[in-house]
């Protein structure tokens, strides 16, 4: 019989049919708000917590923290609750009301703070505490492995081999890592193709960090494009999603379809992979449908 922990992983693979205008090339959305937790953060969420309990990184009585910009937070909120730990999550002030009282449903508690960089350096330095553990999405292996061991697998299984390019945003980067690293191994001619906002744009779960914050887990050899989308271009993409496809989906969702659509219409043939990273619900608060 499963629990809840069961249900991480194996997310529908649903093609664009109204979307994609080039009959030559099919895209499918890989939709990870069917997780449990509502986005692809829970396949990382659950493999970082169980993994340090496995290694004895952590214990009943330990007291987690994490910086967080929402999903990764939500995600953790649920696990840690699972597993009967204790979390504190430091998020942007300018994160969604649904957000923070997510993660409050499911007990953890929420310092809210003026922006993600001075979120992480917050964690870091009450992590480094004792009676802390900092988890550290941004440079612990276990966010990346999460994706080698069931994303990418999932996607390769779905797409029969056939899959020709990979479309992820980039935040911490642990999405894209751990597909990149299984895809290739299978197959050194299917694309990596990353997607980061324009200068200026805002696009929640999607990142262009500065040389500091970059994420240790990223490894840029591991990516073959990096693709800039606006943030007026992956509104439109999220709601058209909703409005033609019936995908509700989140702000990064709609910058990887706005960059995969942009692809495929370059293409004589292939098949692209999109990440739909989330729900829309996570946004009802804010006038990305308005």
């Known amino acids: ?81 699972i597993y009967g730990l204790d979390i504190e999550l430091v998020m942007p002030a300018s994160s969604t009301r649904e957000r923070t009282l997510t993660m409050q449903a499911f007990g953890a508690q929420v310092t809210l703070l003026e922006s993600i960089e001075v979120c992480r350096d917050y964690a870091e330095e009450k992590g480094s505490t004792e009676g802390y553990f900092l988890l550290n999405q941004f440079a612990n292996e276990d966010n990346y492995l999460a994706h080698y061991r069931t994303t990418g697998p999932e996607i390769w299984r779905d797409t029969e081999a056939g899959i020709t390019h990979f479309v992820s945003s980039m935040g911490t980067t642990g999405t894209i890592m751990g597909c990149s690293r299984f895809l290739k191994e299978q197959n050194t001619s299917i694309q990596i193709v990353g997607c980061q906002p324009t200068d200026n744009s805002s696009i929640p779960g999607i990142r262009r960090w500065p040389e500091e914050y970059l994420p240790k887990i990223f490894d840029p050899s591991r990516v073959d494009t990096i693709m800039d989308v606006s943030e007026e271009d992956a509104v439109a993409a999220a709601r058209s999603l909703a409005k033609k496809e019936g995908i509700f989906v989140g702000m990064s969702s709609g910058g990887a379809c706005a960059v995969a659509l942009r692809l495929a219409a370059k293409l004589s043939e292939g098949i692209i992979v999109f990440i739909a990273c989330d729900r829309g619900d996570r946004y009802l608060s804010s006038d990305l449908f308005a």
Do not use: H, Q, W, Y
């Open 1 to 81: 019989m499963n629990t809840i922990i069961d249900t991480v992983g194996n997310t529908p693979l649903v093609e664009l049919k109204r979307l994609n205008t080039n009959s030559k090339v099919r895209v499918f959305a890989k939709l990870e708000g069917s997780n449990p937790g509502g986005s692809v953060k829970d396949r990382a969420a659950l493999n970082m917590i169980r993994s340090a309990l496995e290694r004895g990184d952590i214990k009943k009585g330990t007291k987690l923290i994490e910086a967080t910009s929402g999903n990764t937070g939500i995600a953790l909120a649920m696990m840690a609750g």
